[in-house]
């Protein structure tokens, strides 16, 4: 009976690394790193995503901005200030500046500061990264993946992590706040991981690594919104412009 319980669990988180619940996260991610000179350094910075069958939608949060999804509309609505449109050649001299903008934008394209669209379709899987002040998706194809810090993995991006390397960690004693939520770790070479794994949403709710040493420490937090976004920023996209990625290269 055991063996079949083991089983059933491990087909039901094999099953996990294709779908899961529908989720609006904010993710917040730290990192630790002791040199060898002895000096610590720390980085915190946090996201926001949407998990939906198929599209992975996720944004960095960035100062002077609100904790939304980062589609951009917040940004172009707050410029707008409710005054009609400017007509001859002020429009134009607007229309000029606009245009100046974007070109700047495309000599400094920095993919940590734009919302991130993955999607997996007929088992192809695509990126893209969305400019909603210059109003344009930019594609990014597998070979450029490396250069823009993805692994190309669907479920990394949709699970934040290797379902098939969480089947292999061992479950934990360690008590869990969340009912339905288990952790599970692997210690290899003075090296740990750890994850509290949400079975029932197919989510980490907690991810840490590390050495015994101390010279480095990681942890992700997820917080699971109690609702989900209905107007999603994908399907906002008609009449931008598309791009690819070498536009974008000097």
Do not use: C
């Amino acid at each position: 009976m055991k063996s079949i319980l083991l089983l059933a669990g491990a087909l039901a988180m094999a099953g996990g690394a294709h779908a899961g619940a529908d989720l609006d996260l904010h993710i917040t991610r730290y990192s630790k790193v002791v040199t060898a000179e002895g000096v610590t350094r720390e980085a915190r910075y946090e996201e926001t995503m949407l998990r939906r069958a198929g599209h992975v939608w996720t944004a960095r949060v960035l100062p002077g901005t609100s904790h939304g999804h980062g589609h951009g509309h917040e940004q172009e609505h707050a410029h707008e200030g409710g005054h009609p449109p400017a007509q001859g050649k002020a429009q134009k001299v607007a229309a000029s500046k606009v245009a100046a903008r974007q070109s700047v934008g495309h000599k400094h394209f920095n993919p940590v500061t734009l919302p991130r669209h993955v999607a997996m379709e007929d088992g192809k899987l695509r990126m893209a990264y969305v400019d909603a002040h210059a109003k344009e998706v930019i594609a990014i194809p597998p070979g450029e993946f490396d250069n823009v810090g993805f692994d190309g993995s669907w479920d990394h991006a949709y699970h934040l992590l290797d379902t098939q390397g969480l089947r292999a960690m061992a479950p934990s004693q360690r008590p869990s706040p969340v009912p339905g939520a288990r952790w599970r770790e692997r210690e290899r070479g003075g090296l740990y991981e750890r994850v509290l794994w949400d079975d029932r949403r197919q989510v980490p709710l907690v991810i840490e690594s590390g050495d015994k040493a101390g010279t480095f420490y990681t942890r992700t937090e997820l917080k699971v919104a109690a609702g989900v976004t209905r107007e999603l920023p994908w399907q906002k996209l008609k009449g931008y412009a598309q791009r690819e990625y070498a536009d974008y290269l000097d």
